[in-house]
């Protein structure tokens, strides 16, 4: 067998096992959603299938509401209410490590929030189903990675999460 052949055919075989890595690692990971549904207990206290991910894109930023399917869940909504003042707390120091943790560091709209945190106003408010924190700025750049981000979440958390 000449050089040319045993090359080629090493090339081959490298192409096939990067193909068959390739397809085992996608198999394994599965979707976006799969991986937050799979994931979202290690950064949520509560149960997500029993929540709904509310996200309203305003003039001015955003409103991240997160609240109970049951209204009557008491331990559910207490979980989302304690979940959401500990990340409107870490939002506005501009750590946004727990959507990172779940979602991806390289999620869009995060790095800018993260860097411009001085600039976006985060406020937290129970609700008598859950808890909603609000995102506000004036600065155009924060403003539409508010968006980005509230899109990215939208497309994750899947039948879970809703826009309005």
Same mark, same amino acid.
């Given at each position: ?15 096939? =096992? ?33 929540? =709904? ?12 509401? =997160? ?98």
């Amino acid at each position: 067998m000449s050089q040319d052949s045993r090359s080629a055919r090493r090339v081959a075989a490298s192409v096939v =096992v990067v193909l068959v890595v390739t397809a085992s690692l996608a198999a394994c990971a599965g979707t976006r959603q799969q991986h937050v549904h799979r994931m979202g207990h290690t950064v949520m206290p509560f149960d997500m299938s029993r929540a =709904v991910h509310v996200f309203e894109m305003t003039e001015s930023g955003g409103v991240m509401r =997160v609240v109970s399917k049951d209204p009557r869940a008491t331990r559910q909504i207490a979980l989302i209410q304690q979940h959401l003042q500990h990340e409107a707390a870490r939002f506005q120091q501009g750590d946004y490590g727990d959507p990172a943790k779940l979602h991806g560091a390289d999620m869009p709209g995060l790095a800018e929030l993260e860097a411009g945190a001085s600039e976006v106003e985060v406020s937290y408010a129970a609700l008598p189903a859950g808890a909603e924190i609000t995102f506000e700025t004036a600065d155009l750049h924060l403003l539409t990675a508010v968006h980005r981000w509230f899109g990215a979440q939208l497309s994750e958390h899947g039948a879970d999460a809703r826009a309005e």
